[in-house]
């Protein structure tokens, strides 16, 4: 089973950037779509913007028009550009394929602070 590795997190103050990567163990081509999921304290893990193999991509509202999904199938790889980053953007930030979800993988923390 696929695994991935989530990486690019960081204490950023608001207003900031951060490029969130997640490392496939194998190729991604076979993956339809691919998201990138959150979860921040005490809530539970939801959908932030996903992509399928002809990048079309889907966003949750609250990140409309500020993050932006890409994937590179030659590199095994799937981004997430994420700016104008809020507060309630703190979360630790996971990929994984959108329709079986398998294993998780560790995540990356994100803080959004001043």
């Known amino acids: 089973q696929v695994q991935f590795v989530e990486s690019g997190g960081g204490l950023v103050q608001p207003g900031g950037s951060l490029r969130l990567s997640c490392a496939a163990s194998r190729n991604i081509f076979s993956i339809y779509t691919m998201g990138w999921f959150r979860q921040a304290p005490g809530k539970q893990r939801e959908l932030v913007a996903s992509i399928n193999r002809n990048n079309g991509a889907y966003y949750t509202d609250s990140v409309k028009g500020r993050f932006t999904i890409s994937r590179d199938n030659a590199k095994n790889t799937v981004y997430l550009q994420m700016s104008s980053l809020k507060p309630e953007d703190t979360a630790v930030y996971y990929c994984?394929?959108?329709?079986?979800?398998?294993?998780w993988g560790q995540g990356t923390q994100v803080t959004v602070s001043s």
């Open positions: 994984n394929d959108y329709n079986t979800k398998g294993n």
